[in-house]
């Protein structure tokens, strides 16, 4: 999964059914005097969601990252190499401790495999662009499917940002199950004025979400979702500049009923330690740079 990554994991269940210079909790300073003017305002977030669709769709600076994801059960840090093939993980880490011999043999047991079966990559990587496709769909609607008022200016981790409140529009319909969550979705969004583009993004359920009558499942009212995104690109060495938008932050806390069983889902994903990887990279020669520690 890659660039505008909170589409891509809130999908993943939705779709399946069925700071700082912040402020301590996270929000940024608030700051009334330097006010965007109306009609600027609005332009900012049309142009920042249309360069977050632009990074969605753009393969051509694959990255190697740290994916340390945290449930109330489970922490796993994992290394993740994007490749022309999808992305290959390596388990690296579990309650954060290394591996136990037992567990190494096994994760090298399970790239063994799927370094020889090309077909076990070939559908992970269609799962991806299946996943991709309808993240798609909702980041296209979001220009339409929420109403952006400006909540005035701050100072973020990259510099100023200016802060929205967003609603759903009462005119949008949703053309399909993935976009269909946004109707009753609101939060806050911030975006950096000067790169236009989003660095943290706050959505609440408002109300209950049926997905097939409710009888394929539903998402429940007060569920939300923190994301924060940031350039990557100086923390890479001087000669990456800038333009490296990922995710380095998420939280989401939901919970609801798929095909009659209750699920909840509590996690925290911290993703850190980002360097650039060559473009065209193969599956199976970045399985070897993960062995080898590249």
Do not use: C
Request: proline content about 6%; aromatic content about 8%; hydrophobic content about 40%.
């Amino acid at each position: 999964m890659r660039r505008f990554f909170f589409l891509l994991l809130l999908l993943h269940w939705a779709a399946q059914i069925i700071s700082q210079q912040v402020t301590g909790n996270g929000q940024p300073a608030s700051r009334t005097g330097d006010a965007l003017p109306p009609a600027q305002a609005q332009a900012l977030v049309v142009r920042a969601l249309a360069n977050e669709l632009q990074a969605a769709q753009d393969p051509s600076r694959p990255l190697r990252y740290q994916l340390r994801k945290t449930s109330p059960r489970l922490t796993t840090t994992k290394e993740i190499y994007e490749t022309r093939d999808g992305d290959v993980a390596r388990l690296v880490a579990i309650n954060d401790k290394p591996l136990s011999a037992a567990d190494e043999q096994q994760e090298e047991a399970r790239l063994d495999a799927l370094a020889s079966d090309p077909g076990k990559q070939r559908r992970r990587k269609q799962a991806e662009d299946t996943d991709a496709g309808r993240a798609l769909k909702v980041l296209r609607a979001l220009p339409s499917a929420f109403v952006y008022q400006y909540a005035g200016s701050g100072m973020g981790p990259t510099g100023m940002v200016e802060k929205f409140i967003f609603r759903p529009d009462p005119n949008f319909s949703p053309p399909d199950l993935e976009t269909q969550i946004l109707t009753e979705m609101a939060g806050e969004i911030w975006i950096d004025g000067a790169h236009e583009r989003v660095v943290r993004l706050e959505g609440h359920l408002q109300h209950d979400v049926d997905f097939g009558w409710g009888i394929l499942g539903r998402l429940n009212k007060g569920g939300w979702i923190v994301i924060e995104q940031a350039d990557v690109g100086p923390d890479m060495g001087p000669n990456m500049g800038i333009g490296q938008w990922r995710m380095v932050r998420f939280q989401m806390q939901m919970s609801g009923r798929v095909v009659f069983k209750n699920r909840t889902f509590d996690t925290t994903e911290e993703v850190t330690r980002f360097a650039p990887l060559p473009v065209g990279l193969g599956y199976q020669k970045a399985i070897e740079m993960l062995r080898a520690g590249q």
